[in-house]
């Protein structure tokens, strides 16, 4: 299988988790929530650009955060990473706002457990797509 696809398939993948999130976290909103006039068309698309702002800011800003605080990712057994992954979405979502799409995480609680969401539903569906279409 292609790169693309595979990359298509994650993007996917955490624009379901997402979804998933705003159904289960009360601070996580999407589509009607933020903009009255929003279609599911719209929903859907603003769940995959807004998985594409996560998974860049992912990409970019993680590694440069794991070196910077390798230390503190020691002292606390890794657990300080539920932070950096609530941190991280609650900057998606102020990108996402930023650029006028209807998404919204309304403080960092919110964006702490939307982001434990996030990861086990992305970590969950990742374990049920075949290795062949998911090359990671």
């Given amino acids: 299988m292609s790169n693309a696809l595979a990359i298509t398939i994650r993007v996917i993948v955490v624009a379901i988790a997402l979804w998933v999130a705003t159904l289960l976290v009360g601070g996580i909103r999407l589509g009607t929530e933020v903009s009255p006039n929003s279609t599911t068309a719209s ?7 807004v998985a594409v702002i996560f998974g860049l800011i992912n990409a970019v800003l993680k ?6 605080g390798c230390p503190l990712y020691i002292l606390t057994l890794g657990l300080i990473s539920l932070v950096v992954n609530g941190l991280l979405l609650w900057l998606a979502g102020y990108i996402a706002e930023r650029v006028g799409l209807p998404f919204a995480v309304d403080g960092f609680w919110a964006a702490f457990w939307g982001a434990i969401i996030v990861a086990v539903v992305s970590f969950l569906l990742h374990v049920l797509i075949p290795d062949r279409f998911d090359q990671r």
Wanted: charged letters at 10%; aromatic letters at 0%.
């Fill in 43 to 49: 929903t859907i698309g603003t769940l995959l650009v």
């Fill in 63 to 68: 590694p440069i955060i794991k070196v910077i």
